[in-house]
Nanobody
Framework: QVRLVESGGGLVEAGGSLRLSCAVS????????MGWYRQAPGKQRESVAV???????NYAHSVKGRFTISRDDAKNTVALQMNNLKPDDTAVYYC?????????WGRGTQVTVSS
């Protein structure tokens, strides 16, 4: 059974940094892509960053240059380093994994950026 558990969210001032981590149960090599999504109040869930099994990364335009996604297959974790945070980054952040047609989600972690 696949489980994704996020950690590392919290309250930070604008310009600050946070590092989110996603602990993955299951074989990470079975996932063709892993990533982070976020959902702000009243808005749709959006993709923030994706990393493929081969290590290719893709970022939302709004976070490019500020956020970095990485994966550690030995530790079964996926991380999102977030720098120069802005109030618009406030949202619940979800870890996601895709294996063929199957999609797995964590329960989310709250990130709040104060101005």
């Amino acid at each position: 059974q696949v489980r994704l558990v996020e950690s590392g969210g919290g309250l930070v001032e604008a310009g600050g940094s946070l590092r989110l981590s996603c602990a993955v149960s299951g074989d990470m090599f079975s996932f063709n892509a892993m990533g982070w999504y976020r959902q702000a109040p009243g808005k749709q869930r959006e993709s923030v960053a994706v990393i493929t099994g081969g290590g290719t990364t893709n970022y939302a335009h709004s976070v490019k240059g500020r956020f970095t996604i990485s994966r550690d297959d030995a530790k079964n974790t996926v991380a999102l380093q977030m720098n120069n945070l802005k109030p618009d980054d406030t949202a619940v952040y979800y870890c996601h994994a895709a294996s063929g047609p199957l999609n797995y989600w964590g329960r989310g972690t709250q990130v709040t950026v104060s101005s």
